[in-house]
């Protein structure tokens, strides 16, 4: 495994209550004892060394362990839903990276996906090193965001990795967090409206189904009636990785205790219905997270949902990408933005390295010190009306301010009637100046706000720029 360097590292088991356990490492010169609790648990913390090793950790009680093979670096957690959970194999150009992975000094553990009505203490997964074999299944977010790290800061990282596709973000999250803030009430709510109609629900359903079988077997395929839909209840109630906390209580909760540097966080797509909602529930998991692992404000960068064709009529993914940006006013926190390395045909794009590299950047940048590096592309500051346009102020413009096509697309400019249309926009130093011969006084501009915009914007080092309106209107 890897263990967090230059740190307090917990090291927690099981035992006979009042049973003595004695622990020798291979880096400390003292032994340390700990005696277990009424319940048998037990937890001491370790000073652990600068990045290096391998190192050997011994227990000794009623019986011995022996924990080999240990390195000290650099361990992240990441975790969220089916983006996050992609695996490598299924990434771009899957064959070569999968051939090429071999990093002795990159452990992987992945939390085996499992969900739990109330909090574990435990879970099933295994340490392992990089190779061709083990990362095909691991997360390719993860895996690049760990091999980007390693390259640049050439010590040992550990990645642990827990995500389930579908997840909403109130099912990473601590009931007790959930329950005594009463804006989330809704989410519990929800949840007993679907339980109390599952069983009428279902019975009718499979009635149902079965009917439709029978004339789809009789037919044989040749006028094949309509499958009668699942009902809501029923869709919900089968899948328990949905319900509120029952992936924290499975998947996060038996690793808190871990010490770690940070977090990445890929997820907001199962709440794309729920913009308004998310605002509160993405700030509040943060700081819960950060509470319950009781290392102080831990970097916690996450990803900007991708531009996707949802459904007909689902016109709030622009707002939930708002209410994940609104997630940085809180401190050591991170976004990167995709809307150039989506498919808006495909809610799972592939190219994950871009994406586990940009986390990466974050990383490097703010929790590494790297002082020079361009970490995110341009994020808009302030306006200001300038007759009948609008000029534009951003951070992070890097060395400069960049189109990539013939013109700027994607912005869009609105006057007192508060009708947005499409505007002419272009480049003017390390600003853009916005206008529509139509609006003689402009008091408003939005950027990107549609589920399927790909700007050409970007800073001169490649990053593309966050969508973003000026108005509070809806």
């Known amino acids: 495994m890897v263990i967090q360097q230059n740190t307090q590292v917990p090291i927690w088991g099981w035992a006979d209550a009042g049973e003595k356990i004695c622990i020798e490492t291979s880096w400390l010169q003292e032994e340390v004892a700990v005696t277990a609790n009424a319940e048998g ?45 992609m695996a490598v194999e299924k990434c771009s150009n899957a064959e070569t990276e999968i051939a090429t992975a071999t990093y002795p000094k990159i452990r992987l553990f992945h939390v085996t996906r499992t969900w739990a009505a109330s909090p574990q203490q435990d879970c099933n997964g295994y340490w392992t090193e990089t190779t061709p ?7 390719g977010v993860a895996y690049f965001f760990g091999r980007k790290l390693y390259n640049e800061l050439n ?13 909403p973000i ?30 009428e629900a279902n019975k009718k359903y499979q009635k149902e189904l079965a009917v439709w079988q029978k004339q789809k077997d009789a037919n044989q395929g040749l006028a094949i009636p309509e499958k009668p839909a699942r009902p809501i209840a029923v869709h919900q109630i089968a899948r328990p990785h949905k319900r509120p906390a029952h992936n924290y209580n499975g998947m996060v909760a038996p690793i808190t205790p871990y010490a770690i540097k940070g977090v990445i966080w890929y997820q907001g797509e199962s709440n794309t219905n729920r913009p308004i909602q998310y605002r509160k529930l993405f700030k509040t998991m943060i700081k819960s997270w950060r509470k319950t692992w009781a290392e102080g404000e831990f970097p916690f960068y996450f990803v900007q949902i991708a531009p996707y064709r949802y459904e007909e009529g689902l016109d709030k993914p622009p707002y939930l990408r708002e209410a994940q940006m609104m997630a940085l006013s809180l401190p050591n926190t991170g976004m990167v933005v995709t809307s150039d390395i989506g498919n808006v045909n495909d809610i799972h794009p592939k190219n994950k390295l871009d994406v586990g590299e940009r986390l990466a950047l974050w990383a490097l940048a703010k929790t590494y010190s790297y002082n020079n590096l361009v970490y995110a592309g341009p994020f808009y500051k302030s306006m200001k009306i300038e007759e009948n346009k609008i000029r534009l102020s951003f951070d992070h413009t890097g060395s400069g301010l960049l189109c990539k096509g013939d013109s700027l697309t994607d912005f869009e400019i609105a006057g007192t009637d508060q009708k947005f249309t499409k505007a002419t926009a272009h ?18 501009v939005r950027f990107g706000w549609s589920i399927i915009s790909t700007p050409d ?9 966050a969508p973003f309106r000026t108005d509070k209107w809806e």
């Not at 074999?133 to 997360?139: A, D, N, R, V």
């Not at 099912?171 to 069983?199: G, H, R």
């Not at 914007?457 to 720029?465: I, M, S, T």
Request: aromatic fraction near 10%; charge should be negative; proline fraction near 6%.
């Open 155 to 167: 010590v040992p990282i550990g990645i642990i990795s827990a995500s389930k596709g579908g997840s």
């Open 41 to 85: 648990e037990w937890l001491i913390k370790l000073s652990s060394p600068e990045a290096g090793g391998p190192y050997k950790i011994k227990l000794t009680g009623n019986n011995s362990i022996v924990l080999n093979n240990i390195l000290s670096g650099e361990v992240w957690f990441a975790s969220g839903q089916s983006n996050m959970a």
């Open 170 to 199: 109130e099912s990473w999250m601590a009931e007790e967090v959930l329950k005594t803030d009463p804006d989330f009430s809704p989410v519990f709510e929800m949840w007993e409206k679907w339980e109390a109609e599952y069983l």
């Open 427 to 444: 480049i003017e130093g390390s600003t853009v100046v916005v206008s529509n011969d139509n609006i003689k006084h402009p008091i408003a």
């Open 457 to 465: 914007f970007y800073n001169k080092e490649g990053l593309p720029a």
């Open 133 to 139: 074999e083990t990362i095909k299944k691991f997360s």
